[in-house]
């Protein structure tokens, strides 16, 4: 292998948001970079498709107010801003609807649960007291899971709120889901500024929203963008790294691997270095997302723009004609949806009828990624953006940090590898 390289040139292996958040901030601090992407399309599980000729997205996404690095990331790609801000108000009509004010943070929640519509007084007191306690105090056990978290809530609490909370969130039930990173996010939301319990809709797709502008600004700077090149090998000394797709072979001084955790360990095991890690994430477990995108007349607006659903298999539903301009498209999505009967679509839209009449269907979709995150469990090894090859780094929602696999995640890591490896330089 040459390794004689004058300068640095490094290498992103992936093209997803963490990716695309690397090279980014690689080639804006003047290093010429090189992004691998094995797909067509940019933003790996969170990206564009194409249904009935709409560009859609592969699972309808929200951010909150508290994910800030991918917030400023996208501001700073965008002249126009393409996201949507909503004070947080949680609908699941019939039953119970929460609507935080606009009042200094935490005051926000607890006047909000305190005027939840659904509660009694004794559950609305029980949910600020345990809000409260969750904000204040900064241990909890680390085998924990929300189930036992939330044990002392009362059951429509734990249904209605807290629950539905945790699946969205971490996409794992709360039976298994990590007590800890679930505080986090709610510490996130809720104990900072008031505006981090903002949800934010996006107005464009995915890879348009983030990916697309962020490698677009990379070729900009001079580096390479490389769509459909799949990285099949790594080899690397302690000088160089060389990487292998289709046959084709390049050296740099630095990689960044970017990919999605299970495919991790293909590349991981041919470094010898390496072997630990690939053995740790090959470990992982993972969880499922559905998106059903049902096409209505054109007329048909829900009276808000997202609205929560119970008793079936999906958790919210979204109008795309209110956030993306698609009249009469709505989007359902089902977290951790592992257990969908093959009438999932029926039952989807039945928990629709009961809260809105949008008339038949004209078409209906459905995508699943069946490894959309990893298992958010207790005692998850997590592991740092630096690896035990001091030119190899990690980026990705699975690398240690304090929230569970979500698209501020997948950036906040993709900065801090670049970050990272620029300290070498």
Request: aromatic share 6%; glycine share 8%; with cysteine.
């Amino acid at each position: 292998m040459t390794t004689d390289l004058d300068r640095p040139r490094v290498a992103v292996v992936g093209g997803g948001w963490a990716g695309c958040s690397a090279a980014l901030t690689l080639a804006e601090a003047g290093v010429t970079v090189t992004l691998f992407e094995a797909s067509r399309t940019l933003g790996g599980r969170a990206r564009a498709v194409e249904l009935e000729g709409q560009p859609l997205d592969n699972g309808q996404h929200i951010l909150l107010g508290a994910y800030e690095q991918s917030l400023r990331l996208i501001e700073r790609l965008h002249p126009v801003t393409p996201l949507w801000r909503l004070p947080l108000t949680l609908e699941q009509p019939p039953a119970f609807s929460l609507a935080c004010p606009r009042l200094p943070s935490p005051l926000h929640l607890l006047a909000g649960l305190l005027g939840a519509r659904g509660l009694n007084w004794r559950e609305k007191l029980a949910a600020a007291h345990w809000a409260h306690t969750m904000l204040r105090d900064t241990a909890t056990p680390g085998q924990l899971t929300v189930s036992q978290l939330t044990r002392t809530q009362p059951e429509k609490l734990r249904n209605a709120l807290w629950h539905p909370l945790c699946v969205s969130a971490l996409n794992t039930p709360p039976e298994l889901a990590d007590a800890r990173v679930f505080r986090s996010v709610v510490r996130a939301a809720f104990g900072g500024r008031s505006h981090h319990s903002d949800l934010i809709l996006p107005r464009r797709d995915l890879t348009a929203l983030l990916p697309a502008p962020a490698a677009a600004r990379v070729v900009e700077f001079g580096g390479d963008i490389r769509l459909g090149h799949r990285v099949t090998t790594l080899d690397a000394t302690p000088n160089a790294i060389a990487l292998g797709t289709h046959g084709d072979m390049a050296v740099f001084s630095h990689v960044i691997l970017a990919v999605a955790p299970q495919h991790l360990p293909a590349l991981a095991n041919q470094v010898p270095a390496l072997g630990p890690l690939g053995l740790t994430v090959a470990g992982y477990e993972y969880q499922p997302i559905a998106t059903a995108y049902v096409q209505y007349d054109p007329g048909f607006r829900l009276s808000k723009p997202l609205f929560a659903l119970a008793d079936g298999p999906a958790q919210f539903v979204f109008d795309r004609g209110q956030s993306h301009g698609q009249a009469g498209l709505l989007a359902f999505v089902a977290s951790a949806a592992t257990n969908l009967s093959s009438d999932w679509l029926d039952q989807t839209e039945a928990q629709l009828r009961r809260i809105a009449d949008p008339g038949p269907a004209r078409w209906r979709k459905r995508i699943i990624e069946k490894q959309a995150t990893y298992s958010c469990v207790p005692e998850l090894a997590r592991p740092p953006v630096h690896t035990p090859h001091p030119r190899i780094f990690l980026a990705g929602d699975y690398t240690a940090g304090p929230y569970p696999a979500t698209l501020e995640s997948a950036t906040q890591s993709g900065v801090q590898s670049a970050g990272a490896l620029l300290e070498q330089l």
